[in-house]
């Protein structure tokens, strides 16, 4: 794997993190924290449904680009929440090979 595989994202969260408290006028990810988990959310919300839109009606680059916008939110609203990637990849791991319809219907019980 070459240096911008799927690594990238445990280091852009650790430079997500870093982030934390940092001065707000100086930095948009210290900003994000500064205005509090509620206003990340809603900017990941944001995010999502412009990936949606870029999806639906516009080309591979636009929605690689808007992919990269959700997903360095959803980084920031991990560290908000105090979540790290290791345990989403954990998660993963945990479903490989799970049929996404009997994970679905495991979390109904």
Excluded: N, Q
């Amino acid at each position: 794997m070459d240096k911008d595989d799927a690594r990238v994202l445990d280091e852009l969260f650790a430079t997500v993190a870093a982030r934390k408290g940092a001065d707000a006028s100086a930095s948009y990810t210290a900003k994000l924290f500064a205005e509090g988990r509620a206003a990340i959310a809603r900017k990941l919300g944001e995010e999502a449904v412009e990936t949606t839109v870029a999806a639906l009606s516009e080309g591979p680059a636009r929605l690689a680009g808007e992919s990269a916008d959700l997903l360095y939110h959803l980084l920031v609203l991990w560290a908000e929440c105090g979540v790290a990637p290791a345990e989403v990849w954990a998660e993963l791991a945990r479903r490989r090979g799970t049929s996404g319809l009997d994970e679905k219907r495991a979390r109904k019980k």
